[in-house]
């Protein structure tokens, strides 16, 4: 389905994550950070960037992967995004929603 | 002569060794399998151990006993793959040679992954039901329990029989409605996901369950630490969650002696191909069961699927041939439900749980996705087609000759 954001029309699954990455840009990840209630700071910004790295090796993102990453760990992450980091985080990159195994 | 070694005879090891030994014998081939225990356990038994429906004789037997005689039986622990020699040690201090390896070292729970978990309250009032011990221990405690709250929790996915907690859930409702108790006792399902299953049809049926059964959900969860003095449950976000008993899944791990070989993953689980089965990074390494890090459920029903296939492609490989890509991560699970119901749920890689019936020779459809009591007694059946015919390595799992009827529609 296709969702307004910050005035553009992208790609969106059920859940409101884009489904075509190159449609993302900074001002969609602003206003989808401020429907999670989140303004993004500088560090923000390193960690999403950071995500959409692991994504894009294709490195399946997991909380436990996030914590031995010694880029941030997991207090740091909870504190950046709070409640559901995982979800929030990948939802405001643009990236697909961790699938952890069934 | 050459050497096929087998690495665990649980569910999936002695699948291979009763598959294999028709097809690669004397006096070309000697099949080797290896298990540090005398004895087999029938792990879904776990979950009905707490509740007093199964008793310890019905869930564990030798090991021996489901071994062909022409396979030779090692009863060590393995210390370490060297995959570059084609040889394992043993903690004898003996070493095996192999052409051809199937690992199937399952998974098991490590507890000291988490602050807290495996502390002073451990097995007091935290307790774990995926091992014996501490199903026996949670058996103990329920039996004169006076209610309080019961925290049922997830610790981190992947785990094997995902839907194992979810049953224990339904399960324990049951068990104090029967004991008429069940005003006495809060009970509260923790999750780290977001919802009470990973596919989304199967959870929406799930989560009206435990509605109907008063089962409060807590989900998104990332526990951080068990606090063994306030007796809470903790997560990164500082979310707590009080208990009187905490029936935990601790982080589930390959056997260590995947860090001890420079053969796993961070949790011990072996890069294995989804489709053949064959270990990522060598020839002649094949793996199945728990101990891959295949995206299928980590559950018996899969790793039978994948002993047939597993044994299709090893047969090729040793005549030369290109391996057949076939899994396709096919998966059925009974869920209980309590008082006697069960769901069934059957999915693969990419097809979610469907509603409909699944045909069982002799059993008769069972309702996916419906809770039936047919259902339950497919699940009790399992046991017994368990030990009787698919350790045994039979291709058509249901025989109707020989499978107990159930006594009630
Ligand atoms: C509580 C619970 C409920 C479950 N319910 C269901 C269910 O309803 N349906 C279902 O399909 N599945 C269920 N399962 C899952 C099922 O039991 C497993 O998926 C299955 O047993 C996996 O088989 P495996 O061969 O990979 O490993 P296992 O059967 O665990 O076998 C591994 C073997 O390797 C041996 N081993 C490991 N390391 C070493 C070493 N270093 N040296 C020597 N030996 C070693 C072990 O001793 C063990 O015998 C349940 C599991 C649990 C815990």
Known sequence: MEKLIAGKSVAVNEEGYLTDFSQWDKSIAEELAHEAGISLSPRHWEVLTYLQNEHQNQVALSIRRIGKSNFVDIKEFYQLFPTAPLKTATKIAGIPKPVSCI | MKNLVILGAGTGGTMMANHLHHHL?????????????????????????????????????????????????????????????????????NEILYDVLIVATGAKIAPEETEGMRGAEWHKSVFDFYTFEGALALRDKLRDWQGGKLVVHITEMPIKCPVAPLEFAFLADSFFTQKQMRDKVEITYVTPLSGAFTKPKATEALEHLLKEKNIHIESDFAIEQVDNTTKEIVDYGGRRIPFDILVTVPTNKGDELMARSGMGDDLNYIPTDKATLRAKNYENIFVLGDASNIPASKAGSVTHFEAEILTENILRFVHGEPLKEEFDGHANCFIETGNGKALLIDFNYTHEPVEGSFPFQGIGPLRLLKESRMNHMGKLAFRWIYWNVLLKGTHIPFVPATMPVPKQQ
Do not use: C, M
């Open chain 2, 25 to 93: 014998h004397s006096p070309d081939w000697r099949i080797t399998i290896i298990d540090e225990r005398q004895e087999h356990h029938y792990q879904p038994g776990y979950l009905f151990l707490p509740f007093d429906v199964y008793s310890p004789d019905d869930i564990v037997k030798s090991i021996k006993e489901f071994i062909p005689e022409d396979v030779h039986l090692v009863q060590q622990k393995i210390l370490r793959i060297a995959p570059t020699e084609n040889k394992i040690y043993l903690e004898s201090g």
